[in-house]
């Protein structure tokens, strides 16, 4: 082995325990299992960084008497998508917690601002940018508050229907036309045992199936209708299974995130 083969394995082989590691911080800023159970109830997490450290994050929050949960996709993979992560998640906890900013499409409209904000000084300019929802679960009044930028949220029903939800077409961050971004908001009733999932582009983007192409939106929320009457940790290993026989041994496209919650 000559000295550059060397330098270049110890060079990975470092590299990938500072990968490791920075998983290990990455895991330890998301919301633990307690706060999870404290805030969503009954919910489960699909999370599949697609390089050991991962652009997709979730949050959540209880304040003013309500219960807050964001999932969010942030620009491409890795190192530079999880720093993204960890500015969102700052960020969400600042505007909701710190601000008490209480309407959804007021606390996307900050947050956009402040994010925006964190890429535009001395002089240096760049563009990266987050797909992602927030719910607001007002269950004194058996509503949902919904905004997002660039996302959907699906609601199944007790009567096994359900509800693809589409907020506003444009992410935070990114290139922008307007002065002062604004973002839709749509309040929905529910009942209680409804499902509601929030999730990345990461699980219906993977490439696979006999033909070698996407799982696509319409497929999984297929599937996650089927799955509505099914124990939240039952509906949690049937996507896994299902992602696994689906991808193969095709390499995963992409970081995967999806929450699911039991109203």
Not at 87 to 114: C, H, P, S, T
Not at 238 to 255: G, I, S
Request: hydrophobic content about 35%; proline content about 2%.
């Amino acid at each position: 082995m000559n000295s550059v083969t060397t330098t270049s394995f110890l060079y990975e082989d470092e590299l990938q325990k500072s990968l490791e590691s920075a998983k290990i911080v990455q895991e330890g800023l998301l919301p633990k299992k307690r706060h999870l159970k404290r805030v969503l109830g009954t919910y489960f997490t699909l999370y599949k960084p697609r390089d050991v450290i991962s652009g997709d994050f979730y949050w959540v929050g209880r304040k003013h008497g309500l219960d807050y949960l964001v999932v969010g996709d942030c620009t491409g993979h890795g190192i530079s998508a999880s720093l993204l992560s960890v500015l969102a998640l700052n960020l969400f906890e600042y505007v909701i917690m710190n601000k008490g900013i209480k309407r959804v499409n007021k606390i996307l409209q900050e947050v956009d601002k402040k994010f925006i904000e964190s890429f535009n000084r001395d002089g240096l300019h760049d563009n990266p940018w987050i797909d992602l929802s927030i719910v607001c679960i007002d269950r004194e009044n058996n509503k949902i508050h919904y905004s997002s930028a660039n996302r959907k949220m699906l609601i199944v029903s007790n009567y096994d229907d359900y509800h693809v939800i589409r907020g506003s077409r444009y992410p935070i961050g990114g290139w922008q036309i307007e002065d002062n971004r604004t973002f839709t908001a749509t309040i929905l009733p529910f009942e209680q045992g409804d499902m509601l999932y929030l999730g990345s582009d990461g699980f219906q983007d993977q490439m696979g199936g006999m033909k070698g192409k996407k799982f696509k939106s319409k497929r999984l929320h297929e599937l996650l209708r089927s799955l509505n009457d099914l124990p939240i940790n039952e509906q949690k290993k049937y996507l896994e299974k299902t992602f696994v026989k689906w991808a193969a041994n095709t390499k995963q496209t992409d970081d995967i995130c999806i929450v699911g919650l039991r109203l």
